[in-house]
């Protein structure tokens, strides 16, 4: 059964850093793409970042030199370092895996509340 399983979410003063983590089943295939978006309450959905398989990297404009996005392919796993967390950065942040012929898989999300 296809799992996607979020963890690192959390409460983090304004300032601070959160690690999320992101696991995808083996029996997931063909994954070109893995990501995070996030939604925040009466916001849409919208991209964080996402790295393809050649490591070509998409970062939101609001995160660039605050989030790191990395990949263990042997892991099918994806983490989105976070630092200098701002209250705006509060949303619900959901884990998305691509595949080439299987179309998308997404987490259940992970809640991230910056605040002091």
């Known amino acids: 059964q296809v799992q996607i399983v979020e963890s690192g979410g959390g409460l983090v003063q304004p300032g601070g850093s959160l690690r999320l983590s992101c696991a995808a089943s083996?029996?997931?295939?063909?994954?070109?793409?893995m990501g995070w978006y996030r939604q925040a309450p009466g916001k849409q959905r919208e991209l964080v970042a996402a790295?393809?398989?050649?490591?070509?990297?998409n970062y939101a404009e609001s995160v660039k030199g605050r989030c790191t996005i990395s990949r263990d392919n042997a892991k099918n796993t994806v983490y989105l370092q976070m630092n200098s967390l701002k209250p705006e950065d509060t949303a619900v942040y959901y884990c998305?895996?691509?595949?080439?012929?299987?179309?998308?898989?997404w987490g259940q999300g992970t809640q991230v509340t910056v605040s002091s």
């Open positions: 790295q393809t398989n050649d490591k070509n990297t």
């Open positions: 998305n895996v691509g595949t080439r012929y299987s179309g998308d898989y």
């Open positions: 083996r029996d997931i295939f063909s994954i070109y793409v």
